[in-house]
Protein backbone atom coordinates (compact mmCIF):
# COMPACT_ATOMS: atom_id res chain seq x y z
CA UNK A 1 0.00 0.00 0.00
CA UNK A 2 1.55 3.42 -0.27
CA UNK A 3 0.12 6.42 1.40
CA UNK A 4 0.46 10.06 1.09
CA UNK A 5 2.68 11.34 3.34
CA UNK A 6 0.98 13.33 6.09
CA UNK A 7 0.48 13.03 9.65
CA UNK A 8 -2.76 12.15 9.60
CA UNK A 9 -1.66 8.70 7.19
CA UNK A 10 1.43 8.02 9.69
CA UNK A 11 -0.57 5.26 11.87
CA UNK A 12 -2.01 3.53 8.57
CA UNK A 13 1.72 3.47 7.44
CA UNK A 14 3.26 2.16 9.88
CA UNK A 15 0.35 -0.31 10.70
CA UNK A 16 1.11 -1.39 6.90
CA UNK A 17 4.64 -2.01 7.84
CA UNK A 18 4.47 -4.04 10.62
CA UNK A 19 2.07 -6.07 9.09
CA UNK A 20 4.66 -6.62 6.13
CA UNK A 21 7.76 -6.92 8.24
CA UNK A 22 7.19 -7.98 11.69
CA UNK A 23 5.91 -11.27 10.11
CA UNK A 24 7.42 -13.43 13.55
CA UNK A 25 7.30 -17.21 11.58
CA UNK A 26 8.82 -15.44 8.05
CA UNK A 27 11.41 -14.07 10.56
CA UNK A 28 12.23 -16.92 12.65
CA UNK A 29 12.06 -19.17 9.12
CA UNK A 30 14.97 -17.17 7.76
CA UNK A 31 17.42 -17.09 10.80
CA UNK A 32 16.90 -21.09 11.00
CA UNK A 33 17.90 -20.86 6.83
CA UNK A 34 20.41 -19.36 8.09
CA UNK A 35 21.93 -21.73 10.46
CA UNK A 36 20.71 -24.78 8.18
CA UNK A 37 22.78 -23.09 5.45
CA UNK A 38 26.30 -22.17 6.64
CA UNK A 39 29.11 -23.69 4.48
CA UNK A 40 31.48 -26.50 6.10
CA UNK A 41 35.15 -25.67 5.71
CA UNK A 42 37.66 -27.61 4.77
CA UNK A 43 40.88 -25.32 5.83
CA UNK A 44 41.23 -24.22 9.26
CA UNK A 45 41.83 -20.55 9.62
CA UNK A 46 40.47 -17.85 11.51
CA UNK A 47 37.87 -15.80 9.37
CA UNK A 48 36.20 -19.03 8.31
CA UNK A 49 35.68 -20.30 11.93
CA UNK A 50 35.01 -16.90 13.41
CA UNK A 51 32.32 -16.84 10.39
CA UNK A 52 30.33 -19.79 11.28
CA UNK A 53 30.76 -18.70 15.41
CA UNK A 54 29.37 -15.43 14.36
CA UNK A 55 26.24 -17.20 12.38
CA UNK A 56 25.11 -18.80 15.09
CA UNK A 57 25.59 -16.45 17.70
CA UNK A 58 24.04 -14.00 15.63
CA UNK A 59 20.85 -16.77 14.99
CA UNK A 60 20.87 -17.54 18.44
CA UNK A 61 20.46 -13.63 19.70
CA UNK A 62 17.83 -12.86 16.96
CA UNK A 63 15.80 -16.20 17.72
CA UNK A 64 15.78 -15.13 21.21
CA UNK A 65 14.37 -11.77 20.51
CA UNK A 66 11.55 -13.86 19.13
CA UNK A 67 10.68 -15.18 21.98
CA UNK A 68 12.34 -18.81 20.56
CA UNK A 69 13.14 -20.79 22.92
CA UNK A 70 16.53 -21.78 22.62
CA UNK A 71 18.09 -23.06 25.64
CA UNK A 72 17.82 -26.99 24.89
CA UNK A 73 19.34 -26.42 21.58
CA UNK A 74 22.99 -27.40 22.98
CA UNK A 75 23.27 -30.34 21.21
CA UNK A 76 21.71 -29.41 17.98
CA UNK A 77 24.21 -26.51 18.18
CA UNK A 78 26.98 -28.60 18.91
CA UNK A 79 26.57 -31.00 16.04
CA UNK A 80 25.68 -28.69 13.43
CA UNK A 81 28.88 -26.82 14.78
CA UNK A 82 31.22 -29.07 14.49
CA UNK A 83 29.70 -30.58 11.45
CA UNK A 84 30.99 -27.70 9.46
CA UNK A 85 34.60 -27.45 11.12
CA UNK A 86 37.61 -28.70 9.44
CA UNK A 87 39.05 -31.59 10.98
CA UNK A 88 42.08 -30.28 12.52
CA UNK A 89 39.49 -27.65 14.51
CA UNK A 90 37.42 -30.60 15.08
CA UNK A 91 40.41 -32.51 16.46
CA UNK A 92 41.02 -30.35 18.79
CA UNK A 93 37.69 -29.42 20.27
CA UNK A 94 37.64 -33.01 21.17
CA UNK A 95 41.16 -32.78 22.57
CA UNK A 96 39.61 -30.11 24.68
CA UNK A 97 36.55 -31.25 26.44
CA UNK A 98 37.53 -33.09 29.92
CA UNK A 99 34.55 -35.92 29.75
CA UNK A 100 34.11 -37.59 26.45
CA UNK A 101 30.44 -39.03 27.97
CA UNK A 102 28.51 -35.97 28.88
CA UNK A 103 27.09 -33.60 26.13
CA UNK A 104 28.92 -30.89 25.74
CA UNK A 105 26.86 -27.13 25.59
CA UNK A 106 27.17 -24.47 23.06
CA UNK A 107 28.85 -22.16 25.99
CA UNK A 108 31.53 -24.95 25.90
CA UNK A 109 32.01 -24.78 22.09
CA UNK A 110 31.59 -20.92 21.84
CA UNK A 111 34.28 -20.59 24.74
CA UNK A 112 36.42 -22.91 22.51
CA UNK A 113 36.05 -21.37 19.05
CA UNK A 114 36.86 -17.96 20.72
CA UNK A 115 40.11 -19.26 21.73
CA UNK A 116 40.79 -21.42 18.86
CA UNK A 117 40.05 -18.09 16.48
CA UNK A 118 42.65 -16.23 18.82
CA UNK A 119 45.22 -18.74 17.87
CA UNK A 120 44.76 -19.14 14.86
CA UNK A 121 45.31 -15.00 14.43
CA UNK A 122 48.21 -15.05 16.48
CA UNK A 123 50.05 -17.82 14.37
CA UNK A 124 48.68 -15.91 11.09
CA UNK A 125 50.34 -12.98 12.64
CA UNK A 126 53.57 -15.02 13.43
CA UNK A 127 53.45 -16.23 9.75
CA UNK A 128 53.18 -13.23 7.63
CA UNK A 129 56.10 -12.80 5.39
CA UNK A 130 58.05 -8.72 6.48
CA UNK A 131 58.38 -7.05 3.01
CA UNK A 132 61.68 -6.15 1.95
CA UNK A 133 63.38 -4.76 -1.08
CA UNK A 134 66.69 -5.59 -2.28
CA UNK A 135 68.69 -2.41 -2.62
CA UNK A 136 72.35 -2.84 -3.56
CA UNK A 137 74.26 -6.01 -5.13
CA UNK A 138 77.95 -5.24 -4.63
CA UNK A 139 80.83 -7.42 -5.95
CA UNK A 140 81.31 -9.43 -2.34
CA UNK A 141 77.48 -10.91 -3.46
CA UNK A 142 76.41 -8.80 -0.41
CA UNK A 143 72.74 -7.36 0.11
CA UNK A 144 71.56 -4.73 2.00
CA UNK A 145 67.50 -4.87 2.71
CA UNK A 146 65.58 -1.72 3.91
CA UNK A 147 62.10 -2.39 5.73
CA UNK A 148 59.64 -0.48 3.52
CA UNK A 149 57.51 1.54 6.42
CA UNK A 150 54.51 4.09 5.41
CA UNK A 151 54.60 7.25 7.43
CA UNK A 152 51.42 7.02 9.40
CA UNK A 153 50.40 10.64 8.03
CA UNK A 154 50.26 11.74 4.73
CA UNK A 155 48.30 15.33 4.18
CA UNK A 156 45.69 14.67 0.71
CA UNK A 157 46.20 18.74 0.66
CA UNK A 158 49.55 19.66 0.52
CA UNK A 159 51.05 15.92 0.85
CA UNK A 160 53.19 16.58 4.05
CA UNK A 161 53.68 14.34 6.94
CA UNK A 162 50.80 15.36 8.95
CA UNK A 163 47.23 14.50 8.66
CA UNK A 164 44.43 16.49 6.93
CA UNK A 165 42.93 17.80 10.14
CA UNK A 166 46.31 19.42 10.88
CA UNK A 167 47.34 20.86 7.53
CA UNK A 168 48.11 24.63 7.97
CA UNK A 169 46.85 25.43 4.35
CA UNK A 170 43.64 23.18 5.14
CA UNK A 171 43.53 25.37 8.06
CA UNK A 172 43.60 28.63 6.23
CA UNK A 173 40.32 27.66 3.59
CA UNK A 174 36.70 28.72 4.95
CA UNK A 175 34.42 25.95 6.40
CA UNK A 176 32.50 25.75 2.91
CA UNK A 177 35.98 25.55 1.09
CA UNK A 178 36.76 22.80 3.45
CA UNK A 179 33.21 20.69 3.12
CA UNK A 180 33.91 21.51 -0.78
CA UNK A 181 37.63 19.77 -0.42
Known sequence: CRFELTNENFDLAWSA????????RILVSHQMKKLFSI?????????SIYNIQYI???CLSILKTYEVKVENWDPFLVHLC??????ETLRAWE??????REVPTWSQMDKFLKKRIEILETIC???KPVSYRDTSHTKENTHS????TASPFVCKNCKENHSLRNCPKFKQL????????
Open 174 to 181: SITDRIKY
Open 56 to 58: IND
Open 125 to 127: DLR
Open 82 to 87: SSKLPE
Open 39 to 47: QAISNENCK
Open 95 to 100: DSLENH
Open 17 to 24: LKDRYENT
Open 145 to 148: FNVQ
